[in-house]
């Protein structure tokens, strides 16, 4: 059954560094999106990507993140300069058309 | 704004029938979707309802919705141990492009 992928499962960076999550979402799908999950809170919606654009981002998701589909199978999130807050389980999701999003096991990101 | 409200812990006993519910505030949502979330794992789609359905079924899964008081169950029969995780409610935003998730019910299963 094809499945999301995402890399690294675990991800440990310093304060103010940069860091990029990589995300293969499910072949056929063409929507893709990130969502972030501070430890024993809600999951939280960051972005939503379409037709190499961004079709929908929340208050989260500001300057010091990006997204991008380098190429046909990836999908990746960069945060440009970490912070404390950061530190989530992020996940990367896709689906084939608007609603039924599959999810990836998540990438634990972890600020020092 | 949108919101998804589910109480936090359930706890049953193995072989009994679980229920979970979820309160939502979107009524154009076109689905309407359970997760689970077992410990240090991402989140899977356990099944999900189409707005215009009242009620599904899916082995031992039965999702009831109730779209007048925008409440939505999900039932589980003859509960096992595995079953024990994190159930998130979600459904979608107005504009179909993210979901709104609740906090999650944590489901203790005792034998």
């Known amino acids: 059954e094809p499945e999301v992928t995402q890399t690294p499962s675990h991800q440990v960076t310093q304060m103010g560094q940069e860091v990029i999550l990589r995300c293969v979402p499910i072949?056929?799908?063409?929507?893709f999106y990130w969502y972030r999950q501070i430890l024993g809170q809600k999951v939280e919606f960051l972005v939503s990507f379409y037709n190499n654009e961004i079709s929908e981002k929340s208050e989260i998701f500001d300057d010091q993140f990006s997204v991008e589909r380098p190429d046909g199978s990836n999908f990746t999130l960069k945060i440009r300069s970490t912070k404390l807050e950061d530190s989530a389980m992020y996940f990367c999701?896709?689906?084939?058309?608007?609603?039924?999003?599959?999810f990836g096991p998540g990438t634990r990101l972890t600020v020092l | 704004g949108e919101d998804v409200e589910q109480s936090l812990f359930l706890s049953v006993r193995e072989g009994d029938s679980s229920v979970i519910n979820c309160t939502y505030t979107d009524s154009s949502s076109t689905y309407l979707y359970w997760y689970k979330q077992e410990p240090g794992a991402g989140l899977q789609l356990l099944t999900y309802i189409f707005s215009n359905m009242d009620m599904k079924q899916d082995q031992r899964l039965t999702v009831l919705l109730n779209k007048k008081d925008k409440h939505l169950s999900l039932r589980i029969a003859d509960t096992q141990t595995g079953d024990s995780a994190i159930y998130f409610c979600?459904?979608?935003?107005?504009?179909?492009?993210?979901?709104?998730f609740g906090k999650g019910t944590t489901l203790s299963v005792s034998s």
């Open positions: 999701a896709s689906s084939e058309g608007r609603g039924l999003e599959f």
């Open positions: 979600a459904e979608s935003n107005q504009a179909g492009t993210a979901l709104i």
């Open positions: 072949s056929n799908h063409l929507y």
